[in-house]
């Protein structure tokens, strides 16, 4: 009998546990190990955010649904990683502590043959002094974060509606922030609703971004078709951003908010200042800070995880110039090169290098997104590396025979630009690869005829599809393994 842990109960952590208790059934065990209590589809947070849905329709409870798949949950956050054991424990294992209600405290050490790290990124506002739900801005990260912004999105509504001039700032809070697509949904969702209640003229609605241009989305930007042209994602974007009425300040790292200001460092190493009357910023991410221990007691936690905190894979991590990255770089497998029962997928794995080219204002400071892992690709990549642990325990061999490198998987981006039946809108994008490939694509950088954009109404029922269907997916529903990540 084999045990296989999975650390974070994200999209990429719970599509790997659930894949693992399907195909390995009840000869193994299976744990999951996961501080949250819920699982939550974080796509659907925007709409929460603008008050359209309540937290109970994008989240459920996992006890239920492990418990009915016979999965072993434990609502507990790892502490540390000790891949060779110790000298009191043999067995590879994992510190855990627990959070659940009766337990809150208790550390445990669970030992595993094959260990899945997926805690996801942990929200770091602290990077940004001032920034977040506790302090001056919003946030639209998590389910009770996005309920918080509601809140007080009201108040600022209700201040409009009485004839009060309202400034709104939406984009991304640190310097190296990434998952710009979610505040450009919420920029786009203010902006609808404000229409929505014909209160356009009391509002200044700033779009604000650490991307050198608008459309980067962490990815470098993208050359999409367009009605039969070819629209670099700078246009597309900032078209939109225009015909809602939405202005923006680019090449921006925000490194300070205090109560209805924002201060932020550009490219030209200018220090500026941006006041506001609701600020929603998206914070940098980091690892989960975890720490890792050889069998002597040693911090190895260097060995293992990169200096962000996420854990290093089988990537090209040697920092080479921008103009040497390759697609290649990025991993196929996800497997630590220190160890080889240990894998990471999701966000906890540790990028080659950004997509974006590195940019640094004439200060020193680092200013552009760091490349995004979130969604399609993350369902992906925790299935591949199920399947692959899966293979190695049922053949006892080495090998890796499923593979998901972001250098050549497409993926899918609804952004949503309003929430109604016949009113709604949203943006929808593919991009394939998602890593751009120079080398094979020497014109655009991806298959041009699989990268596409289309704003509609269309695309707005799309995303309100996929979230009841990956609801239906992620609570292990009759056939759930036959919708695709």
Same mark, same amino acid.
């Given at each position: 009998?084999?045990?296989?842990?999975?650390?974070?109960?994200?999209?990429?952590?719970?599509?790997?546990?659930?894949?693992?208790?399907?195909?390995?059934?009840?000869?193994?065990?299976?744990?999951?190990?996961?501080?949250?209590?819920?699982?939550?589809?974080?796509?659907?947070?925007?709409?929460?955010?603008?008050?359209?849905?309540?937290?109970?329709?994008?989240?459920?409870?996992?006890?239920?649904?492990?418990?009915?798949?016979?999965?072993?949950?434990?609502?507990?956050?790892?502490?540390?990683?000790?891949?060779?054991?110790?000298?009191?424990?043999?067995?590879?294992?994992?510190?855990?502590?627990?959070?659940?209600?009766?337990?809150?405290?208790?550390?445990?050490?669970?030992?595993?043959?094959?260990?899945?790290?997926?805690?996801?990124?942990?929200?770091?506002?602290?990077?940004?002094?001032?920034?977040?739900?506790?302090?001056?801005?919003?946030?639209?990260?998590?389910?009770?974060?996005?309920?918080?912004?509601?809140?007080?999105?009201?108040?600022?509504?209700?201040?409009?509606?009485?004839?009060?001039?309202?400034?709104?700032?939406?984009?991304?809070?640190?310097?190296?922030?990434?998952?710009?697509?979610?505040?450009?949904?919420?920029?786009?969702?203010?902006?609808?609703?404000?229409?929505?209640?014909?209160?356009?003229?009391?509002?200044?609605?700033?779009?604000?971004?650490?991307?050198?241009?608008?459309?980067?989305?962490?990815?470098?930007?993208?050359?999409?078709?367009?009605?039969?042209?070819?629209?670099?994602?700078?246009?597309?974007?900032?078209?939109?951003?225009?015909?809602?009425?939405?202005?923006?300040?680019?090449?921006?790292?925000?490194?300070?908010?205090?109560?209805?200001?924002?201060?932020?460092?550009?490219?030209?190493?200018?220090?500026?200042?941006?006041?506001?009357?609701?600020?929603?910023?998206?914070?940098?991410?980091?690892?989960?800070?975890?720490?890792?221990?050889?069998?002597?007691?040693?911090?190895?936690?260097?060995? !293992?995880?990169?200096? =962000?905190?996420?854990?290093?894979?089988?990537? +090209?991590? $040697?920092?080479?110039?921008?103009?040497?990255? *390759? &697609?290649?770089?990025?991993?196929?497998?996800?497997?630590?090169?220190?160890?080889?029962?240990?894998?990471?997928?999701?966000?906890?794995?540790?990028?080659?290098?950004?997509?974006?080219?590195?940019?640094?204002?004439?200060?020193?400071?680092?200013?552009?997104?760091?490349?995004?892992?979130?969604?399609?690709?993350?369902?992906?990549?925790?299935?591949?590396?199920?399947?692959?642990?899966?293979?190695?325990?049922?053949?006892?061999?080495?090998?890796?025979?499923?593979?998901?490198?972001?250098?050549?998987?497409?993926?899918?981006?609804?952004?949503?630009?309003?929430?109604?039946?016949?009113?709604?809108?949203?943006?929808?994008?593919?991009?394939?690869?998602? !890593?751009?490939?120079? =080398?094979?694509?020497?014109?655009?950088?991806? +298959?041009? $005829?699989?990268?596409?954009?289309?704003?509609? *109404? &269309?695309?707005?029922?799309?995303k309100l599809f996929m979230h009841y269907m990956f609801l239906y997916k992620a609570k292990g529903k009759f056939g759930w393994s036959l919708i695709p990540e």
């Amino acid at each position: 009998m084999a045990k296989v842990l999975v650390l974070g109960a994200g999209v990429s952590g719970h599509t790997a546990v659930m894949y693992l208790k399907k195909l390995l059934g009840k000869k193994h065990d299976i744990i999951m190990v996961s501080p949250n209590s819920h699982y939550q589809w974080v796509p659907s947070n925007i709409w929460v955010g603008v008050g359209l849905m309540k937290p109970d329709q994008v989240k459920f409870k996992l006890k239920p649904v492990y418990d009915k798949k016979g999965i072993v949950y434990k609502q507990a956050m790892g502490i540390s990683i000790h891949p060779e054991g110790d000298n009191e424990i043999e067995s590879p294992y994992v510190k855990i502590r627990y959070v659940e209600e009766g337990k809150q405290g208790l550390e445990e050490n669970v030992t595993y043959d094959f260990l899945i790290n997926s805690t996801g990124p942990k929200l770091n506002f602290a990077a940004t002094e001032g920034l977040g739900p506790d302090k001056f801005t919003q946030s639209v990260c998590t389910y009770d974060h996005a309920e918080h912004a509601w809140k007080n999105l009201q108040l600022a509504l209700e201040k409009m509606e009485n004839g009060e001039h309202q400034t709104f700032l939406i984009g991304t809070g640190h310097g190296l922030a990434t998952c710009q697509g979610a505040a450009f949904e919420y920029a786009l969702n203010i902006a609808f609703e404000v229409n929505k209640r014909k209160l356009n003229k009391l509002a200044d609605i700033v779009w604000i971004s650490n991307e050198y241009e608008l459309g980067d989305f962490g990815m470098g930007g993208a050359y999409i078709k367009r009605g039969g042209y070819i629209t670099p994602t700078k246009i597309f974007t900032e078209s939109i951003l225009a015909e809602y009425g939405i202005r923006w300040i680019k090449r921006a790292g925000v490194y300070k908010v205090e109560e209805g200001k924002a201060f932020y460092e550009n490219l030209e190493g200018e220090y500026l200042e941006q006041e506001f009357d609701y600020a929603m910023l998206i914070p940098g991410f980091k690892g989960a800070d975890m720490k890792a221990f050889n069998n002597a007691g040693d911090d190895i936690t260097n060995t !293992v995880f990169a200096a =962000n905190g996420m854990m290093k894979v089988d990537a +090209d991590y $040697s920092g080479k110039p921008f103009e040497e990255w *390759l &697609a290649s770089d990025w991993p196929l497998i996800y497997q630590s090169p220190a160890y080889d029962n240990l894998y990471a997928s999701g966000i906890a794995f540790a990028p080659p290098h950004g997509m974006s080219k590195p940019q640094k204002s004439k200060n020193g400071t680092p200013i552009f997104p760091t490349p995004p892992r979130t969604g399609m690709p993350s369902g992906v990549i925790g299935k591949i590396v199920a399947q692959n642990v899966v293979y190695r325990i049922k053949t006892g061999k080495g090998g890796h025979p499923h593979h998901a490198t972001m250098a050549k998987m497409g993926a899918a981006c609804i952004v949503s630009a309003g929430y109604g039946p016949f009113t709604g809108q949203a943006a929808t994008m593919t991009v394939s690869p998602i !890593v751009p490939d120079w =080398n094979k694509y020497p014109e655009y950088g991806r +298959d041009i $005829s699989r990268t596409v954009g289309v704003v509609g *109404l &269309a695309g707005h029922w799309m995303k309100l599809f996929m979230h009841y269907m990956f609801l239906y997916k992620a609570k292990g529903k009759f056939g759930w393994s036959l919708i695709p990540e």
